[in-house]
């Protein structure tokens, strides 16, 4: 037998079938499975979509000659497909069973119907369009970025601005304006807010106000007999004020300094305009290029690249 | 011009026509008070008054004058006072203008269609027209008129008895299911188109009657139709029967070509124009969009009733609580005048019934916004009910419709779109008085694509097992080819067949077998019939009439929304744990209870009862006892004390239900009904102990899910034993039924086995 098995053709072997009988292991298991199917209990939507199928499946089927009804009206002529009585117009299948299951109106199903239609029509449109849409997205994701990165760089060159000038006045050198208004050389937070150039008054104002708020949360704190140079009245005793309540008053800014337009119009612009004007500000005043982070010794600037970021990759 | 002075009320133009008809007759009938001036000759004894009328070629004129008196023509008693009342106003009815026009054409032919709209006067004052005209008390023969409804029956006859003077259940009786108000000197009988079907099983040629009258034809209930097959086939053989089909809807041509182009005659309504509006959306809810219509009509539209059509009883109770809420917020706002809110549905007790006929509240103080009444109604207020002073319509377009279908064979009261009919017949209620408004929640697109033209007749939906056991009865073999004027699908034929044969009541070949003669005798579906027309095998018949009267009548639990849970508990103390059939069975016992009878109503008050259903079940009860002792059917019962006392009442049950019968599906809550394979649930009123394999239902009930109602336990044996062509396991599909019951089977079999080797 050995010798003959390179002729056997095993792709093409017929095996027996297995046996039939199932063991009495299978046997076993198959019972303990249709036991939990029966035992499983339905939950509710189970039971109502097999409910549903059930009764589409009824209606669905027809009554035919297996009936016992159909024979004995054959015994009269009936045959499938007829009707019954002389009528030419007479039915041929029972009317079918809608069950409402809502409180809508008349027309509200094919409004529906018709509306998801349409919706379905409006968002394959808008999937096309928004193809179209797509670059300039990206275009609006690049901006946002500049303008967060033109923000962190205006900060840096108002710092830069502050060193600067604060260098300049160790140096006795007078800036253009301190110059020409005739002022003598102060540092920027002992000026007028308003005489500091508007480019870095910001930030100038914003530590003040800081500045000053952790004052008055101080003189709030140290004592209720701390007086506060702006508000307290002479004639007023400590107990009057106790009375009056003035401590728990908190001046953010002298009054003199609450507005400021030219701030104001200055901070309307966007960042990356911002930036622009305070990096010429640096090279006009202080010959310095904020992208070489170099201070040039006259207001060439020689050997630097240009006035945009750009220019120095 | 002498005679005109004569009869003031007379209309000019048919006046000529009498006049010129009567050309050249001796008897010219204008003169005929001339001739009948010595009164004093008259005999006074009944019937003699109208001796010398010739039958079937009076004229309107001779009866007017008999009318008139002083004498009842027809009783010969003199009329009284009330009766002159009501004469006065009867001739202002629309109809009377065409008296003549209409003996013309009834004279003239056999068959005969009228169209008159509601309130016209069809109903009460044809077939008083057709009595003078035809006589039948001294032919011996009585008119029919027949009604889809029995209270339309009772009230009319009521009605045409204080018409004619006389007293009702004499020469003017009803004949409704259960319930006979004639004597033998009836010649006027109203009845349901079912009680004269029933009466065309005893007599195929109705030869009582010399005219039958078909009234509200229009609403072709499933007798009517019937009926009007029959008496079509009937009008062939007898050429001395007159035939009448009365429709209040205008489309009546179709009457009229399925009677081989029988006459019409027409008679307007008193009906004013109405501005119909659409939504211009669909509404979300209908319900909602309802109460909102109303609210706002009331608070911005002038004076004039309102009716809105919703569907069904809790339906409309709901409704009728909002609305009452919101009105009384309007009113105590001063946006509007005080508004009263009535129900109206079949089920609601007569007495409440009749409240929608009361005025509309007056306006708080004098000068005030204009109180008015809202009726809240299922679709009876569409044609059945005229309801004077209502001007405003609300039509969410839907109504409760029974739907039957053979596939499945359920057999249900389904909310549905109405048809184009059935709005333009709700729109018109608004018209009675003067110009009125309908509103329609639906947009006017929706009104012209979905709704259908016509709603279907009723034997469209219907089961027809006792129709086609009555028909069959009747001696009609070849129901294949019987004229309906809609034939239904021939699958509901089928069906219908198949159960009847199953029943037992038909053989293979179709022809009626003496169980299905006898059944047939009952007023009752096959399957009742069957069930107590078996009942003695069992030893129960006693019992199982008490339970075919209860389950003939209306609900007899009551369950008032506010007092659910204490009318739950008092349905518990009747409970048997095997069955609502049982369950009802106990309720009745105690109904009839000496301690129960002292004070029947304040008894049923305190149990949560229907009095009214309890005791018309009592007089249903009387007559089906009546046609079984006529029938020869033993009543027995099996002694309270014997433990198979409620076990046979049981089996009894299987006899006539054989083919309502559900398993449980697993161990789940569903059922699934027996060849249909429908997946059910029990309907939450059941009393049915948990573990309950097999049941019997009464009811196949579809709303948003599938429930079978009235349930009790049963066994499978029984099953087997009682119905065995029907649970011949060859005919079941493979599943878990068909296995159930083999191993019933097995079991039985091997116990059989036992017993024969002991």
Known sequence: MAGSDDDDDYMNMVFEEAPKQETALQRRMRIEREGRERGRIKSKAERDAEAEAAREAGLAKELDSSNKGFKMMAKFGFKKGDTLGKSENARKVPIHLDIKEDKGGIGLDSEKKRKFREHMEKAEQEAKRSKVEEGDYRDRVRQEREEKKAEKEFYNAQRTVERLHEQSLEHGKFTEQDVSKGHSPKSAMSVPLKEVNVVWRGLIRHRLEKQRNQKQQRDLKDSLTARLPTLTDDEEDEDDKLALGREAEVQLLDPEDEEDSELEEFDALSFSDRLEKIVLYLRETYHYCFWCKHQYVDATLDGCPGITEEDHD | ?758
Request: glycine content about 4%; overall charge neutral; charged content about 25%.
């Open chain 2, 1 to 758: 011009m002498a005679t005109r002075r004569e009869h003031e009320d007379d209309e000019n133009p048919r006046a000529k026509r009498v006049k010129m008809e009567s050309n050249g007759h001796t008897d010219n009938p204008y003169l005929a008070h001339w001739n009948d001036e010595p009164k004093s000759d008259r005999p006074s004894n009944s019937g003699d008054l109208l001796y010398k009328f010739k039958r079937h070629g009076t004229t309107s004129k001779q009866a007017h004058d008999a009318e008139d008196g002083p004498l009842n023509p027809f009783t010969g008693k003199a009329l009284s006072q009330k009766y002159m009342g009501i004469l006065k106003t009867r001739r202002d009815l629309p109809v009377h203008k065409q008296r003549h026009e209409f003996l013309e054409l009834y004279q003239k032919s056999q068959i005969l269609v009228f169209v008159g709209e509601t309130g016209s006067g069809k109903t009460t004052q044809i077939p008083q027209f057709v009595c003078f005209d035809d006589l039948p008390h001294l032919n011996n023969k009585m008119v029919a008129c027949t009604q889809p409804r029995r209270v339309a029956a009772m009230s009319v006859a009521q009605r045409v008895a204080e018409e004619m003077d006389v007293s009702l259940g004499e020469e003017v009786g009803y004949s409704i299911r259960f319930e006979d108000r004639t004597s033998p000197s009836t010649m006027l009988k109203y009845m349901t188109d079912g009680m004269l079907l029933r009466e065309a099983m005893h007599d195929n040629n109705l030869t009582r009657y010399s005219t039958i009258i078909l009234d509200e034809a229009h609403e072709r209930t499933l007798a009517t139709d019937i009926l009007m097959a029959l008496l079509k086939e009937v009008v062939q053989r007898r050429k001395d029967l007159k035939l009448i089909i009365m429709s209040a809807t205008l489309d009546a041509t179709k009457f009229q070509k399925y009677f081989h182009d029988a006459p019409l005659l027409a008679v307007p309504g008193r009906t004013h124009p109405v501005e119909i509006f659409y939504t211009p959306a669909p509404e979300r809810d209908y319900v909602e969009a309802a109460l909102r219509t109303v609210l706002q009509i009331h608070a911005t539209e002038g004076e004039g009733d309102i009716l809105l059509f919703l569907t069904g009883e809790e339906e409309i109770e709901d409704a009728c609580r909002k609305i009452r809420i919101e009105a009384s917020d309007l009113m105590q706002e001063g946006a509007a005048g005080p508004l009263e809110v009535y129900p109206l549905y079949g089920t609601l007790p007569p007495a409440q019934q009749q409240k929608i006929f009361s005025s509309a509240p007056a306006p708080l103080k004098q000068g005030g916004r204009p109180g008015r009444k809202c009726i809240i109604s299922t679709n009876i207020a569409e044609t059945s009910l005229t309801i004077d002073g209502i001007v405003y319509v609300v039509d969410p377009g839907f109504s409760k419709q029974k739907v039957y279908n053979p596939r499945i064979r359920v057999e249900s009261l389904l909310v549905s779109p109405i048809s184009k009919a059935s709005a333009q017949q709700r729109a018109g209620r608004a018209g009675r008085t003067r110009p009125g408004k309908c509103f329609r929640l639906y947009t006017e697109a929706a009104f012209k694509k979905e709704l259908i033209e016509q709603t279907y007749p009723e034997i469209l939906r219907s089961n027809l097992a006792s129709t086609v056991l009555e028909l069959k009865k009747l001696g009609i073999d070849d129901l294949v080819h019987f004229d309906l004027m809609d034939p239904p699908a021939p699958e509901t034929l089928m069906r219908a067949l198949e159960e009847l044969n199953y029943l037992a009541c038909l053989d293979d070949e179709g022809d009626l077998t003496p169980l299905g003669k006898l059944a047939s005798e009952f007023p009752l579906d096959p399957a009742l019939a069957v069930m107590l027309i078996s009942s003695p095998e069992f030893y129960c018949s006693n019992e199982m009439l008490s339970l075919t009267a209860l389950l003939s009548v209306p609900q007899i639990f009551v369950r008032p929304a506010k007092d659910r849970k204490r009318a739950d508990e008092m349905k518990d103390l009747f409970a048997h744990p095997d069955g609502d059939h049982l369950t009802m069975l106990n309720v009745y016992h105690a109904f009839k209870s000496e301690a129960a009878q002292d004070n029947p109503k304040q008894w049923t008050h305190d149990h949560f009862l229907s009095y009214r259903a309890l005791q018309q079940a009592d007089n249903v009860r009387l007559q089906l006892k009546r046609i079984m002792e006529r029938e020869e059917i033993e009543l027995m019962s099996t002694p309270f004390e014997n433990k198979k006392y409620y076990e046979n009442i049981r089996r009894a049950l299987v006899a006539g239900f054989f083919m309502q019968v559900a398993k449980r599906d697993g161990n789940g809550k569903s059922y699934i009904t027996v060849k249909d394979d429908q997946s059910v649930l029990l309907h939450p009123s059941n009393v049915l102990g948990q573990d309950s394999e097999w049941v019997v239902y009464n009811e196949f009930v579809l709303t948003n899910k599938n429930y079978i109602r009235t349930v009790t336990s049963v066994k499978p044996e029984w099953l087997l034993d009682i119905a065995p062509n029907y649970y011949d396991l060859d005919t079941f599909k493979k599943g878990e039924i068909k296995n159930a019951l083999q191993r019933t089977l097995n079991k039985v079999i091997r116990k059989e086995a036992d017993k024969g080797k002991r």
